[in-house]
């Protein structure tokens, strides 16, 4: 299983930026996926989830609003819109897919993760 993301980088606040996550070697359709960020010193925390079907997302309260996840199943891709962002968003944000049959927001029922992309706002 190889969960490649890509599309991070430097933006000054108020910018926008779009994350992409390709998947291989996991029955895409079939799992729920995520994005999750780690700031320097912190833990990793949860972004957003979307369904297999792509028809229900969920948000953390810090970037609802201002992100939007997709996917494109045939595609085996899973994207995150940010905009308006802020200095507090910057970090290492990582696709994951989750083994459970529902969204959650715990990094345990994440079992496929990929490597990392920095996303770094400047005030």
């Known amino acids: 299983v190889q969960l490649q993301a890509s599309g991070g980088g430097l933006v000054q606040a108020g910018g926008s930026l779009r994350l992409s996550c390709a998947a291989s070697?996991?029955?895409?359709?079939?799992?729920?996926m995520g994005w999750f960020r780690q700031a320097p010193g912190e833990e990793r925390e949860f972004v957003a989830a979307i369904t297999r079907n792509g028809a229900g997302t969920y948000y953390a309260d810090s970037v609802k609003g201002r992100f939007t996840i997709s996917r494109d199943n045939a595609k085996n891709t899973v994207s995150l819109q940010m905009n308006s962002l802020k200095p507090d968003d910057t970090a290492v944000y990582y696709c994951?897919?989750?083994?459970?049959?529902?969204?959650?927001?715990?990094?345990?029922?994440?079992?496929?993760w990929g490597q990392g992309t920095q996303v770094t706002v400047s005030s």
């Open positions: 070697g996991l029955p895409f359709s079939n799992r729920i």
């Open positions: 994951a897919a989750d083994r459970s049959y529902q969204i959650t927001t715990r990094r345990s029922e994440y079992d496929y």
